[in-house]
């Protein structure tokens, strides 16, 4: 069974930095793309970041570029996603996912909280 499981969130203030965890477990990902995405209260979920889990080309919305840094830990099986910077409009719930094609496994999400 796979579980993916978010930690890291918190209440930072603007201008601070949280790094958010994606624990994989389950089966081998060696294949697979991972990403990052949020939700925010009132808003459809959007694309955050991504990345595939081998290693390949990373991709960031124009929103979070220059900003945020997604990487992972291939031994740990562990995503991770740093977030520098935060603006209050990054506020919201923060999902792992994991997929091949399409978005197959996602996590429960984390809140994060930016006060300005």
């Known amino acids: 069974q796979v579980q993916l499981v978010e930690s890291g969130g918190g209440l930072v203030q603007a201008g601070g930095s949280l790094r958010l965890s994606c624990a994989a477990s389950?089966?081998?990902?060696?294949?697979?793309?991972v990403g990052w995405f949020r939700q925010a209260p009132g808003k459809e979920r959007e694309f955050v970041a991504t990345?595939?889990?081998?290693?390949?080309?990373?991709n960031y919305a124009d929103s979070v570029k220059g900003r945020f840094t997604i990487s992972r830990d291939k031994v740990k099986n562990t995503v991770y996603l740093q977030m520098n910077r935060l603006k209050p409009e990054d506020t919201a719930v923060y999902y792992c996912?994991?997929?091949?094609?399409?978005?197959?496994?996602w996590g429960q999400g984390t809140q994060v909280t930016v006060s300005s």
């Open positions: 990345t595939t889990w081998s290693g390949g080309n990373t």
């Open positions: 389950g089966r081998t990902f060696s294949s697979y793309a």
């Open positions: 996912a994991v997929g091949s094609g399409t978005w197959d496994y």
